[in-house]
Nanobody, 123 residues
Framework: QVQLVASGGGLAQAGGSLRLSCAVS????????????MAWYRQAPEQQRELVAR???????TYAEPVKGRFTISRDNAKNTMYLQMNSLTPEDTAVYYC?????????????WGQGTPVTVSS
């Protein structure tokens, strides 16, 4: 089985920073599985879930327009962990943040989601 565990959410003031982490753990033989693309999504109250940032295994990144220049996504492949450094936070960043990963088991890809970690930014 695969588990994604997100952490680091909480309260911040506008202009402040938070750092989210998402760790992938396997209960199976890790040699047969590889963590490919990883991403952070967020869902604000009464809004649809939206992509925040995405990172490939080789480190290529994509950001949603609202977070460009403020958020930085990164990963440590040796630790199967992804990070999201969030700076210059605004109340509009308030949402539940979810981590996502495509994991390939042999030749078969599968999508996995972590539990949400809430982020609240006060003005």
């Amino acid at each position: 089985q695969v588990q994604l565990v997100a952490s680091g959410g909480g309260l911040a003031q506008a202009g402040g920073s938070l750092r989210l982490s998402c760790a992938v753990s396997f209960s199976e033989n890790i040699i047969t599985s590889s963590v490919n693309d990883m991403a952070w999504y967020r869902q604000a109250p009464e809004q649809q879930r939206e992509l925040v940032a995405r990172i490939t295994r080789d480190g290529s990144t994509t950001y949603a327009e609202p977070v460009k220049g403020r958020f930085t996504i990164s990963r440590d492949n040796a630790k199967n962990t992804m990070y999201l450094q969030m700076n210059s936070l605004t109340p509009e960043d308030t949402a539940v943040y979810y981590c996502y990963s495509e994991i390939r088991h042999g030749t078969v890809p599968a999508d996995y989601w972590g539990q949400g970690t809430p982020v609240t930014v006060s003005s």
